[in-house]
Structures are given as structure tokens and as C-alpha cells.
């Protein structure tokens, strides 16, 4: 998928069940399939005979699993999916009970000591693809071929897409608040979709000029082979491969570095396969050539299209993932103990970042100050998380209303 990967600068996005120290079932907090988990817990009331430990006060511990135990979940018949979700459930205690400050410090520590191996990526593939751009284009323009002419514009439009998304990234980041109230998060999506339909657009052409060729040949001459072309290609394949392997070594350090790995992953296939079919027009059925520039065109188009499906998701507010709604209706309940009651949580995309909205319970006699700060307090610990955009804190002090934030449903016409 070429043409997803944004400035150095751009937030990291954070795994939220693997940022924390080892071993449980997480006692299952009611969610209700949308975006919203609703009413879902309330402050502890621990047995007297308990001892509870002051950062895990529902004892979530407890349900952690040791590594021997896991081995013996293994052994059972069909208990590898069981160790499984174990794991994953072992991985999301241990994130709901780590410190958000620890958290936020760790994201910082991580995102600065991959700073410069991140920037080596992304520059690097940037000025790649300047040079392979034209080694590429030189390779379609003088063979002829039409399935090199598919992986030359490719390599044109990665430089397209780093430019356009570098511009857009420096740009949202400069946006007048003013004008504009919610910044510049959500340019580089509507970038990659703006984008994402011209690249669709122009393999389209080649999708068409290919089908052309394949019904107006006459004949079964083959193509000339053009050697230096092939040459030029293989060069180009192997610069991606050795790309390939650096973004791939640090994929986990940053999300653009994973996006890099994508699409350098995607250009080995569309470069080896162009090469191999233009070859094969040349020496063994002319038609393998045309077929060729049908399936890498086809091939980058539904590659785009999953692309701008998911960019859509989120400017459209797809809900955050489950595990993060957890997180965080963990880290409310237990956030102080005059909030008695967590009403809502929500968390979802406005951009590649999302948006969180909270209601507590405290109790009608709490002083107005006190309520107001220890909801300020609350909204300032989460909207520094990774990637946080916004979060929003209501206070109540009784839970029979209707959920905050939200119209009733309409009836449908």
C-alpha cells in the first residue's frame, strides 16, 4: 500500500496491551458492541478480609497467569487458543494497573530513542524513491513493457504520497485553531483518501490501456526484450529489499515505520512480479506482459481501496478498540475515591486519534470546586496519553438519565 507514511513528527500510535511490565482473567467489563461502554462499573467494595494492594484495589492480580500455568493450559486438548487469550488477558491487566504517568513517560522515552533510526526510515526511503522513480520510468518508457509501465507509476506516486503527506503533516500543525477549532488531525486522512483515489484513477488507465492491448493484438510476435530495463528493475527491487529489511528490524518503534514496511513489502511483490511478466512477454507469450500490467494495477487499486475504507472508518468515529475502553474505565473507577460511579465511557477516531468522553458519579453534596477539579485533573491525565486528541470529563450525581452527549435515536421514515 504505497503513499501512507507521514512526517517523523506524526504521534505514535501505542499497543495498549503490551506497553506494561509479566501475568489473569480480567474480570469481563460490560461492553455493548458500538462505541460506547455504558454504565460500567462502580468503585470497589473490597471484603475486610482482603488484603487489597493500593493500585489494585479489584484485585485483578489474582487472575494472572504464571508461565507454568500457561504450559499447562497448552498441554490440555485445543488449549493453545485458551493460552492464547490468557496471554492477552495477562498483557491487559498488567496495562490497566501500570501507572498513566508511566505510560505517557515511557511512550516519550521510547519515541526519543527511536527517533533517529525512525527519521533513517522515513528519509531514507524518501530519497529512494526519488532515484528509483527515475530508474523506474526509464525501464516503462524505453522497453515498452507495459507491466514495468504498472511498477513505474507506482514508484511515481510513493514520491507523490510522501511529499503530499509530509506538506499535509507541517500544515495541520500550523492550522489557525481559530478557523479551524479541531487543528489539523484529520488532514492526513482526508489526504490519504484524495490520494488514494487518484492512484486508483490512474491504474485504472492502465487497467484499460492493458485490456486494449490484449484485444487489438494481432499476432503472436513476442515483444523485444529489453535488458537494461529489467536491469534498472532489479536494481530498484533490490534498494526495496534492503529497505524492507531496516523498516522491518523497527516496525514496533513507530507507526510509520510499519506503513513504510507495508509498502515496501508491497513493492517487492509489484516489482519481482513486474519483471517476471515482462520477461515472459518477451520470451515465452506476449500476452503475459499486458496480464501482468492488469494484475499489478488491479492489485495497487484494491490495495488503495482497503486504504481508504480504513480512513474513512476514521473520520467517520470508529470506536477505539475494546482493550482501550478498558483501560480507561480502569483508570477512572480507580482515579479517586470520591468518584462512586462510571456511567459512560466512550472513546473513538476523529482522525487517527481519538476522542474521549467520560461521565462520573459523585455526590450531591460535593463542593463545586472539588468536582470541578478533580474532573479537570482527570481530563489533563488522559489527554496526554498516546494518542489522545481530546477528552472531555461531565460530572453527576445520579446515573436514570438518559446517557450524556447523545440524541435519542430517530425513528426510521
Not at 503527506?165 to 486522512?189: I, T, Y
Not at 490520494?195 to 484499460?208: C, E
Not at 503475459?288 to 499489478?296: H, M, R
Request: proline share 5%.
Amino acid at each position: 500500500m504505497s503513499g501512507s507514511q507521514a512526517d517523523v513528527e506524526s504521534s505514535k500510535k501505542v499497543d495498549w496491551a503490551a506497553k506494561v511490565p509479566p501475568e489473569i482473567t480480567v474480570p469481563t467489563l460490560p461492553y455493548n458492541g458500538a462505541n460506547t461502554l455504558e454504565r460500567a462499573t462502580s468503585s470497589p467494595t473490597p471484603s475486610d478480609s482482603i488484603t487489597i494492594l493500593p493500585n489494585d484495589p479489584f484485585q485483578l492480580q489474582n487472575g494472572i497467569l504464571t508461565e507454568e500455568e500457561l504450559a499447562g493450559l497448552r498441554s490440555r486438548k485445543k488449549g493453545k487458543r485458551l493460552a492464547s487469550h490468557q496471554i492477552r488477558q495477562n498483557e491487559l491487566i498488567r496495562s490497566v494497573l501500570k501507572p498513566m504517568e508511566d505510560i505517557v513517560e515511557d511512550a516519550k522515552v521510547e519515541e526519543e530513542k527511536g527517533r533517529l533510526s525512525v527519521k533513517i526510515a522515513i528519509y531514507a526511503s524518501l530519497y529512494s524513491n526519488f532515484v528509483l522513480c527515475g530508474i523506474q520510468l526509464y525501464a516503462a518508457i524505453s522497453s515498452g513493457s507495459l507491466s514495468l509501465l504498472a511498477t513505474g507509476i507506482d514508484s511515481v506516486f510513493d514520491i507523490g504520497a510522501n511529499v503530499l503527506l509530509f506538506w499535509l503533516h507541517r500544515k495541520a500543525a500550523s492550522m489557525d485553531v481559530n478557523k479551524w477549532p479541531l487543528g489539523g488531525a484529520r488532514l492526513e486522512s482526508i489526504g490519504n483518501v484524495i490520494y488514494g483515489f487518484l492512484m486508483g484513477s490512474v491504474n485504472l488507465v492502465v487497467v484499460v490501456e492493458s485490456i486494449r492491448s490484449l484485444i487489438s493484438k494481432e499476432g503472436d510476435e513476442l515483444e523485444k526484450f529489453h535488458l537494461p530495463s529489467i536491469i534498472a528493475v532489479a536494481i530498484a527491487l533490490g534498494v526495496k529489499f534492503l529497505l524492507f529489511l531496516y523498516s522491518f528490524s523497527i516496525r514496533k518503534q513507530s507507526s510509520q515505520v510499519l506503513v513504510l514496511w507495508e509498502d515496501h513489502r508491497n513493492d517487492l511483490f509489484i516489482n519481482g512480479f513486474g519483471i517476471l511478466m515482462s520477461t515472459g512477454g518477451s520470451k515465452l507469450r506476449w500476452w503475459l506482459d499486458p496480464t501482468g500490467a492488469i494484475i499489478i494495477a488491479l492489485g495497487i487499486i484494491v490495495s488503495w481501496f482497503l486504504t481508504i475504507w480504513t480512513q474513512f472508518e476514521l473520520l467517520a468515529g470508529k470506536s477505539a478498540p475494546h482493550n482501550f475502553l478498558q483501560f480507561l474505565i480502569y483508570k477512572v473507577a480507580t482515579f479517586d475515591d470520591d468518584i462512586h460511579k462510571v456511567d459512560t465511557v466512550r472513546a473513538y477516531h476523529s482522525g487517527p486519534d481519538y476522542f474521549v468522553e467520560i461521565d462520573i458519579v459523585m455526590d450531591e453534596n460535593t463542593p463545586l470546586w472539588k468536582a470541578h477539579d478533580l474532573s479537570q485533573n482527570l481530563q489533563d491525565k488522559i489527554e496526554v496519553l498516546p494518542n489522545v486528541e481530546r477528552a472531555f470529563v461531565h460530572v453527576d450525581y445520579e446515573t436514570n438519565h438518559y446517557p450524556e452527549h447523545r440524541k435519542p435515536s430517530k425513528s426510521p421514515v
